[in-house]
Nanobody, 125 residues
């Protein structure tokens, strides 16, 4: 059974940090671009970051660049999102996603094949 299991999010004060993890089961991530998206209240799902299947390239949304870091551990079949200097506008449900094998990373929801169930991150001011 194909699954992406995200770690529990949480409530963090503005300026704080939080790290999310996403572990895949039923498939290997080592030939797949992996990404994080988020969906804030009343908003559409938006791109946050991806790590290319090659393991040598990452990309970030302008709103999180310099504050968030995406990484992957293929041996553990897990991708991470380290979030620093959190802001109230980062409050959202965060989703892990996987592309098809050897597919180059994109910031578009439509290009991702597998999705996690989402985890809530709330940032208080």
């Amino acid at each position: 059974q194909v699954q992406l299991i995200e770690s529990e999010g949480g409530l963090v004060q503005a300026g704080g940090s939080l790290t999310l993890s996403c572990t895949a089961s039923g498939f290997s991530i080592d030939s797949r671009t992996m990404a994080w998206f988020r969906q804030g209240p009343g908003k559409e799902r938006e791109f946050v970051a991806y790590t290319q299947w090659t393991g040598t390239s990452t990309n970030y949304a302008d709103s999180v660049r310099g504050r968030f870091t995406i990484s992957r551990d293929n041996a553990k079949n897990t991708v991470y999102l380290q979030m620093n200097s959190l802001k109230p506008e980062d409050t959202a449900v965060y989703y892990c996603a996987a592309q098809a094998v050897l597919y180059n990373g994109t910031p578009f929801v439509r290009d991702y094949t597998y999705w996690g169930q989402g985890t809530q991150v709330s940032v208080s001011s």
